[in-house]
């Protein structure tokens, strides 16, 4: 089946600071990744997503690059800011509209 | 539009107690989930419904029921409440992607409920 793994929390930072949130998955046939975030007392929102091989996702600074050699969906961003703290999750889509989530990082960015 | 709205927003319930958590959704999207979400595992999917008259269950769908009302609105019971239903639960709603592609869903704000 399905899964993600994502690497655990909290993560605490620096205002500018570089951020990196590792990502695998392992899935039958060829998935969609995803990056949403949830920021406090709100539901989630979809950040970026790649759809095959090779695709990079971007939005608001973020990026994350589909690996399907390392099964990988790195989620990145250069210079962090205090707004961006939240809790980030990664996820997959297969052939149906279900998504499978990683566990969620919590992210906190001190100014 | 207001997107995919959740009532209750807090609910506090007792062992054996039943409740309903209502969800709508106003982008005219097909299928329609309900998830729960617990410390340290993420989004678990309890049920989902592709279409309208059409409900499946998830990854954790035990003590849960479902009822697609109409396009717009998708109930989640609780008929007999335990502790282990304690959790924060989330709403989603989505369209089949452009051209193909994925489909992004849309969440609610989510209810938190307690069960003592």
Request: charged share 15%.
């Amino acid at each position: 089946g399905n899964s993600v793994t994502q690497m655990e929390g909290p993560v605490t930072l620096s205002e500018e600071a570089f951020l990196t949130i590792n990502c695998t998955y392992t899935a039958t046939g060829y998935p969609s990744l995803f990056w949403y975030v949830q920021y406090p007392g709100e539901g989630l929102q979809l950040l970026l997503k790649a759809t095959k091989a090779d695709d990079k996702g971007s939005n608001k600074g973020f990026e994350a690059t589909y690996r399907k050699e390392t099964t990988s969906f790195h989620l990145e961003k250069g210079s962090v800011q205090v707004s961006d703290s939240a809790v980030y999750f990664c996820a997959l889509s297969s052939n149906d509209y279900k998504l499978s989530f990683g566990a969620g990082t919590t992210v906190t960015v001190r100014a | 539009n207001a997107g995919v709205t959740q009532t209750p927003k807090f609910q506090v319930l007792k062992t054996g107690q039943s409740m309903t958590l209502q969800c709508a959704q106003d982008m005219n999207h097909n299928s329609m989930y309900w998830y729960r979400q617990d410390p340290g595992m993420g989004l678990r999917l309890i049920y989902y419904s592709a279409s309208e008259g059409t409900t499946d269950k998830g990854e954790v769908p035990n003590g849960y029921n479902v009822s697609r009302l109409n396009k717009r609105e998708f109930s989640l019971r609780l008929e007999s409440a335990a502790p282990s239903q304690t959790s924060v639960y989330f709403c989603a709603s989505s369209d089949p992607g452009l051209a193909g592609g994925p489909p992004e869903q849309f969440f609610g704000p989510g209810t938190r409920l307690t069960v003592l």
